[in-house]
């Protein structure tokens, strides 16, 4: 059966620092791969997607995400992180339903 | 607006209350879908619809009873709710089936049951 994973609950990073948020998927085949943004009191908003050819790919706020079939992870990540980026974060994969991880809740600091 | 548009944005109900929530796309999507998002937990996809015809029931109690009468609008009836049944309730669709691309999600409907 399908499977997302996101192992960090809760990540807070400085404004303008780096950030790497973890995806881990268990899919028999090759998945279609998602990330999405929710913001507080908001539905999802799509960032990125993954079906095939280019395993980096980029997606809208600056965002983008690496699909590394060898670990089945599809990581997200921005070089510099805004105040306005704070939310949940949600990896999904489609493979005959659309299946999302627990999520990830962002915090930035000033 | 995402294109996905769904009413009440916020219910609060007794248990033994009836209501329903309303889901609206005009994307021209074939298929839609429930989930619902409750605290600390994934979204739990509930049912899906494809041209009209329900596809996925994810063993959902019968108290949530769901009505798709054409491509663009699906319902989600609501009767004799637990309080275990507070969340957000959202709604998706897309163009295709569950295995296609293209997923829009409306705001949601914080549901609240006392």
């Known amino acids: 059966a399908q499977s997302v994973t996101q192992p960090d609950i809760h990540i807070t990073v400085s404004e303008g620092a780096s950030l790497e948020l973890r995806c881990n998927y268990s899919?028999?085949?090759?998945?279609?791969l998602f990330w999405y943004v929710q913001s507080p009191g908001q539905g999802l908003q799509l960032l990125l997607k993954?079906?095939?050819?280019?395993?980096l790919v980029q997606g809208i706020k600056g965002f983008e995400a690496e699909f590394k079939r060898s670990q089945s992870s599809f990581n997200l990540r921005k070089p510099s992180v805004h105040w306005s980026d704070a939310a949940e974060y949600f990896c999904a994969v489609v493979g005959g339903k659309l299946i999302f991880g627990q999520g990830t809740e962002l915090s930035v600091k000033p | 607006e995402t294109g996905v548009t769904q009413t009440p944005r916020h219910l609060v109900m007794g248990m033994t209350n009836k209501k329903s929530l309303k889901c609206e796309q005009h994307l021209g999507h074939n298929a839609m879908y429930w989930y619902k998002q409750s605290a600390k937990k994934p979204l739990e996809l509930m049912f899906v619809?494809?041209?009209?015809?329900?596809?996925e029931n994810n063993s959902v109690p019968s108290r949530f009873s769901p009505e798709c009468p054409n491509s663009s609008h699906l319902f989600l009836h609501l009767h004799t709710l637990q309080p275990e049944d507070s969340a957000l309730y959202l709604c998706?669709?897309?163009?295709?089936?569950?295995?296609?691309?293209?997923?829009?999600f409306g705001s949601g409907t914080r549901l609240t049951v006392v």
């Open positions: 998706a669709s897309s163009p295709q089936g569950p295995q296609g691309d293209g997923y829009t």
């Open positions: 993954y079906f095939s050819g280019d395993t």
């Open positions: 899919y028999g085949a090759t998945p279609y």
């Open positions: 619809y494809n041209f009209k015809e329900q596809t």
